[in-house]
């Protein structure tokens, strides 16, 4: 509790009260104005989940169509060449708000539910910028990237943190990690909500709880079945990964995730209407479990899959609803992206690859989810802002760890040199004023590749391939070698052919990992 001096007559203006007012009207006004004199825009970026590069029908997806998507490609900017920094979630979002690549630094490839923070608080991150710069920041959806000080102590029944409001949110409404992952409960701010206390949570990545059915026990109950992993604790007929007990009245229902994780975001949207904002909306559309809601199921062809896409582009569809209504669209920088490529059997038999026909999720790329191909980071991504970009399509290299330096460009905040050694300005390209984004891109996935204009590399190492199931590919020495402009698919390896260029990128991608530099 602070201890306030005496208290004074409601007419009174505390000296207190009038710096508050003072530094909110600077920090306002810090935000007002952009690098070129055009109003700073607020920010939404809507971050899907396995959201593969063809899943869309802008980018030419043929078993779906996402009207919502498709409308910011029309009135936004839709690029070809647009990159996750990893081939799964946690590290392209520790990629995304740290402006680090992942792979610098241990612990940061896909988490369990009950891993610790992996950013430090007090670290310049994208959310902390924005705040600088006087914006009202939020996340909604899924997090993945921890949440407490060390791994399997926290206390599900206090207070949760360090967690999103320590290293930049000021508002927060997540699950802590996946829909498959436990505990299956929605956090806000430093809360589950909906807990009882006369029924406490109890989480274990280690064992789990005697008399608690397990996915294994209980499989000839389960509504959707597993295929792989997934047999651990059983939430709504569902098997997941990890152990859990108790805390029956906050138990996430799957059906109702959308619904509930989109309606939290159009509530921050419309309170911070009148002030500049950020609002990193993360679906869990379209990871599994796909359980979409009712009204979604049969609305595709291809199952769950296909319906859970469709699920994804109603949430899009709403948040530009809710911009349009508040006439807020015309100065919102609308970003959409995924935090990685597609994926059909990834645990749980849905019937994606069965009901699949000749959609593509990946569009015209190799692999996907999981791959050092290009279907495992090139997502769509496009960018909308009215008020200053002009529609169209763009081919410049860009990549999601460019936002902390590229969205700080915009608000006029420098990021921290120091901590975000991987972040580029790149926003000539991401307003469509220059065709010249990055110069190179890296794809992580279990190893490297590195994309250099038409070329690109893959290191020696193991890789997938397939959408699920996998089979594990060698790639032996020195590597791969693919042209781009004429094999977009990656098909023919011309590493014998071109051993210089092979070794050149090969030399590049060192010295990014050697010397913690990527510029
Ligand atoms: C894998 C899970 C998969 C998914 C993935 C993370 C199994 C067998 N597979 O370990 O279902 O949860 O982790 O996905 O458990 S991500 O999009 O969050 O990176
Ligand atoms: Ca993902």
Known sequence: ????????????????????????????????????????????????DDVG???????GATGVTTPNVDRLAAEGLRFNSGYCSSATCTPSRYSMLTGEYAFRKSGTGVLPGDAALIIEPGRA????????????????????????????????????????????????????????????????????????E????????????????????NRDTLKLDWSHGHNEAVIDGIGRIGFMKGGEAALWKDEDMADVFTKKA?????????????LYFATHDIHVPRVPHPRFVGKTSMGARG??????????????????DLKLSENTLVILSSDNGPVLDDGYKDFANEKLGNHKPAGPYRGGKYSLFEGGTRVPFLVRWPARIKPGVSDALISQVDFPATLGALVKVKPDA?????????LP???????????HIVEHANGLSLREGQWKYVSPGRTREKLGPWEILNISEPGLLFDLASDPGETKDLASEHPETVKRLAARLASITGHGKAK
């Open 125 to 196: 991150t994208l959310p902390s910028l924005l705040q600088k710069a006087g914006y009202r920041t939020a996340v909604v959806g899924k997090w993945h990237l921890g949440l407490g000080s060390s791994r399997g102590e926290l206390d599900w029944n206090g207070e949760i943190k360090p967690g999103p409001n320590e290293i930049g949110f000021d508002y927060s409404f997540i699950m802590a990690a996946t829909g498959d992952r436990v505990p299956c409960v929605y956090v806000e701010n430093h809360r589950v909500v909906g807990l009882v």
């Open 266 to 278: 159009l509530k921050f949207i419309e309170e911070s209407k009148d002030k500049p904002f950020f």
């Open 307 to 324: 319906d859970a896409i469709v699920q994804f582009d109603w949430c899009v569809g709403e948040i530009l609803r809710k911009l349009d």
């Open 429 to 439: 390209a991401l307003q469509g004023d220059s065709k010249q984004g990055r110069d």
């Open 418 to 426: 120091t901590t975000m050694p991987d972040s580029l300005n790149v």
């Open 53 to 59: 590069f063809g899943d869309v029908s802008c980018y």
């Open 1 to 48: 509790m602070r201890h306030h001096p005496k208290p004074t007559s409601p007419h009174r203006v505390s000296l207190t009260q009038c710096l508050a007012a003072l530094i909110t009207l600077a920090c306002s006004s810090l935000a007002s104005f952009t690098a070129n004199g055009t109003a700073a825009p607020n920010f939404v970026l809507i971050y899907g």
């Open 198 to 217: 006369s029924d406490p949570i109890q989480v274990n990545y280690k064992q789990p709880f005697p008399g608690e059915p397990t996915g294994t026990s």
